[in-house]
């Protein structure tokens, strides 16, 4: 989802999750830098954009860039991706956004799920990550989808779009999740839901760094707080939460003027001039 961060540096040695991306790579030490320590607060402190950071007890996890670990083939196994869409139960017709979607791994079943009539926009803020997409994307000959390039703290979604927005072992790398949140409830449409995916904190045995897992308590508190109403958790995974949260109704003064709709644009909703250059927004073809 964000901005690799993996560096060459031997006093910050941990075993990452991308570790397993490939069977070489098992045995391998991988070199990666953490993410900004947050605090154990309680409380709630403010937000760089202003707004209130939820408690948070946790330390932000180092953003997983290898595209191999996205696509290893055990993957299909052990995260069972139809399975998982099969039980959220996603109707033709929907939109609905694939956040931190790396290479299309739930991109492209999202699509074929909504259909011809239905809307799946893929963010990502890796512009390699978005390029290997649309090239996927092509070769599934898969045309329904929009690609958007997001920041480390606004997805660049429509605001009151989207029927769910999924983030599949994403959440727990956000640098700013408090500000992704509040974009993403805009997004949502009254009742939308946000499904997280997480590797399971609770269970020691499940073989990833903890800095890339969430218990359930530590998912609710931080997102109940920021808008969200918990629904349940589907754990018939064999080592990830599916966490579902519905949406409550934003503020009208929590909205600000650069959330407003966009009335122009390459997209319905969307305005490419909002994306940086040089990688605009695009419509896989």
């Given at each position: 989802m964000?901005?690799?961060?993996?560096?060459?540096?031997?006093?910050?040695?941990?075993?990452?999750?991308?570790?397993l991306a490939s069977p070489e790579a098992r045995h391998q030490p991988?070199?990666?830098q953490?993410?900004?320590?947050?605090?154990?607060?309680?409380?709630p402190v403010p937000a760089q954009d202003g707004g209130q950071r939820a408690a948070r007890q946790r330390q932000i996890a180092p953003v997983c860039s290898d595209a191999d670990w996205l696509t290893r083939p055990e993957r299909d196994e052990t995260e069972q991706p139809e399975k998982v869409l099969d039980a959220l139960k996603i109707p033709e017709g929907a939109a609905v956004a694939d956040v931190g979607a790396g290479v299309g791994y739930f991109t492209w079943r999202?699509?074929?799920?909504?259909?011809?009539?239905?809307?799946?926009?893929?963010?990502?803020?890796?512009p390699k990550m978005l390029e290997l997409l649309e090239e996927n994307l092509k070769k599934r000959n898969v045309t329904n989808v929009e690609l958007v390039l997001g920041t480390r703290d606004d997805p660049r979604l429509p605001e009151g779009a989207l029927d769910l927005a999924l983030l599949v072992d994403v959440y727990h790398e956000l640098?700013?999740?408090?500000?992704?949140?509040?974009?993403?409830?805009?997004a949502l449409k009254p009742g939308g839901r946000l499904v997280l995916?997480?590797?399971?904190?609770?269970d020691p045995s499940i073989p990833i760094l903890p800095l890339h897992k969430m218990s359930v308590a530590e998912a609710r508190a931080e997102i109940e707080p920021l808008g969200f109403k918990f629904q349940q958790a589907l754990e018939f995974l064999p080592m990830q939460h599916i966490l579902i949260f519905t949406s409550k109704p934003a503020s009208k003064q929590a909205v600000s003027a650069c959330c407003l709709p966009?009335?122009?644009?390459?997209a319905p909703g969307i305005s490419?001039?909002?994306?940086?250059?040089?990688?605009?927004?695009?419509?896989?073809?």
């Open positions: 964000l901005r690799s961060i993996f560096v060459r540096q031997p006093l910050l040695l941990v075993l990452g999750v991308c570790l991988l070199l990666v953490a993410g900004p320590w947050t605090g154990s607060s309680a409380l999202l699509a074929k799920r909504v259909g011809p009539k239905g809307r799946v926009i893929a963010e990502d803020l890796q640098s700013e999740p408090e500000a992704m949140m509040r974009h993403i409830r805009r995916i997480e590797y399971r904190k609770e966009v009335l122009s644009g390459a490419a001039e909002r994306l940086p250059a040089p990688f605009p927004l695009r419509r896989a073809a």
